[in-house]
């Protein structure tokens, strides 16, 4: 089958040391040369491919059935075509892991001034409710994976205390695979603002198709600590979240997050004194 592939960029010479961008829409007239892609290829598979340093709007080829693919390659090196076609053409049953590092703003709007130097609307950590383009840790494979069997090693952890916990991610596709298992932390109440969750753990995982694995996680006490003129741990409830995603998204994968809670006791102390 016919395939249109467009290659777009930003270029270094608009994302580079001492250059600020005014924007993120795609630089020049690259929108409309997409536009007319998809027009002129009548139906045809339309791919997409990115060179960029950070996030740029493509709403309009996200929102487009006509534009089948968009990879994310970053400003890559030197096997970077190697690579490309092993993805789109499947040689060597190449099968894509890769995760976003970042938060991919839906529009200028949901980009905080670069005066404010508060964390409110920055970083997954902090989005609220606006809803990005694209979230933290967002990725695509060519099988799919499902999730279950949580189990944490105890519903209640001593102020000190350390948390073990395991899930079990099942290759339900046909195709070999890597999944990159996902583990945030929520905060139900503290004494401080904190974020709406944290990633605390990531596990890389190849799995055949059709099989499962276990991924095990240790949830330490530094992880959960808050800063209040220093680290501090709290007693509290806590909830995990693990998947292959963030929770909550409206821009996921196919497969499910799983959650559990759990409390911790005794009395706030200073983590240095544990």
Not at 100 to 119: C, F, H, I, K, S
Request: charged share 15%; aromatic share 10%; net charge negative.
């Amino acid at each position: 089958m016919e395939k249109a592939v467009c290659h777009f960029s930003a270029g270094t010479s608009i994302e580079t040391e001492g250059m600020d961008r005014r924007d993120l829409s795609l630089p020049g007239h690259q929108e409309n040369l997409l536009k007319d892609v998809v027009s002129t290829a009548a139906g045809h598979p339309v791919i997409l491919l990115l060179f960029n340093a950070g996030p740029l709007d493509i709403s309009w080829a996200k929102a487009n059935e006509s534009v089948n693919a968009i990879l994310e390659c970053f400003f890559p090196a030197q096997s970077t075509g190697m690579a490309i076609v092993k993805t789109l053409v499947d040689v060597d049953e190449v099968n894509p892991a890769g995760r976003l590092p970042a938060t991919w703003p839906a529009g200028m709007e949901q980009v905080p001034a670069m005066e404010n130097y508060t964390m409110e609307g920055r970083t997954y950590r902090y989005y609220g409710g606006q809803v990005p383009l694209y979230p933290f840790g967002y990725g695509l494979s060519y099988t799919t994976f499902s999730y279950s069997n949580l189990i944490i090693a105890g519903t209640s952890v001593p102020i000190c205390g350390n948390l073990t916990m395991s899930v079990e991610v099942e290759n339900a596709g046909q195709r070999d695979g890597d999944e990159v298992v996902q583990l945030y932390l929520h905060w139900a109440h503290a004494s401080v603002p904190v974020p709406r969750w944290q990633l605390v753990g990531t596990r890389r995982i190849p799995i055949p198709a059709g099989h499962s694995m276990k991924a095990h996680f240790q949830v330490t006490n530094e992880q959960r600590a808050v800063w209040a003129d220093q680290w501090l741990l709290e007693p509290g409830s806590f909830t995990l979240y693990v998947g292959g995603q963030q929770p909550f998204q409206e821009t996921r994968a196919s497969s499910n997050v799983l959650q559990a809670e759990f409390t911790v006791s005794g009395t706030a102390r200073p983590l240095k004194q544990c």
